[in-house]
């Protein structure tokens, strides 16, 4: 014989699968929420702000972008959202931007060959990575880096001709202010300070690593960064950050 509460759980079994019709509205039974069959519009998805404006702005497909938002994400791309659906109040994503920059290694120690090559192709290249890269350029590890007590500056040795006896020593400060490629690259990139450490030996050679220092708050200002330029692009929703 079945017992009570088995035929309790069987009975909401059959009713999970049953649906309710009312004033032409389906319904799931047990929560009695709205079943909704919507036939959504695939997201478009692009790499650049300049053609999500375009994309908004021309509106080819005809799309209902009344009451629309754009919203710049925690990794910092950015999709535009519907108005919300009046049943459930929820937004559908219409396009979504996105660009992945090559990233570079930051919190450890790279070979200085590598990296002067990414110091110009994953960096603005502006006064502070000039700088940079003329020092690593040119480093010679001979008896290791010396460090200043301190610990705000390092004193390196670098090549001052092409004769290896030709060495000068030069104190670099422990922080830099660099611009990485983090963002859209129609966008000014942010700028934080970075911790610069030398290490190394005659046998081993030159390494140098970068260290983020601001705590992430440079994001805050991509984020920014980003709505400027939509803004500048003719975006005329709301942009939210």
């Not at 919507?38 to 994309?55: G, R």
């Not at 992945?100 to 006064?127: C, D, G």
């Not at 983090?182 to 030398?198: A, G, K, M, N, Y």
Request: proline fraction near 5%; hydrophobic fraction near 40%; glycine fraction near 6%.
């Amino acid at each position: 014989m079945i017992e009570a509460d088995a035929i309790e759980r069987i009975e909401r079994l059959v009713q999970d699968k049953q649906i309710i019709e009312h004033n032409g509205e389906k319904f799931v039974p047990i929560s009695y929420k709205v079943l909704r069959n919507v036939d959504k519009v695939p997201a478009i998805h692009l790499n650049t702000l300049e053609s999500l404006v375009k994309f908004i702005s021309e509106n080819q497909q005809s799309l209902d972008i009344v009451n629309s938002i754009a919203v710049v994400n925690e990794d910092l791309s950015v999709g535009v959202l519907s108005r919300p659906n009046q049943v459930d109040m929820t937004r559908t994503l219409i396009v979504h931007s996105e660009n992945v920059p090559q990233a570079f290694k930051f919190n450890e120690f790279i070979p200085a060959e590598l990296f002067n090559i990414l110091i110009q192709t994953r960096f603005v290249y502006n006064e502070e990575a000039q700088y940079l890269f003329s020092i690593t350029s040119r480093l010679n590890i001979d008896e290791g880096v010396e460090l200043a007590d301190d610990g705000t500056t390092q004193r390196v040795t670098i090549k001052k001709g092409m004769s290896a006896a030709s060495m000068i020593g030069v104190q670099m400060p422990a922080r830099i202010a660099l611009g990485p490629y983090r963002i859209f690259p129609e966008c000014p990139q942010p700028v934080s300070d970075f911790l610069i450490r030398f290490k190394g030996s005659k046998e081993e050679g030159a390494y140098v690593g970068l260290w983020e220092t601001d705590g992430g708050m440079w994001k805050v200002q991509a984020k920014r960064l980003i709505t400027d330029k939509l803004v500048e692009l003719g975006l005329s929703i709301p942009i939210y950050s």
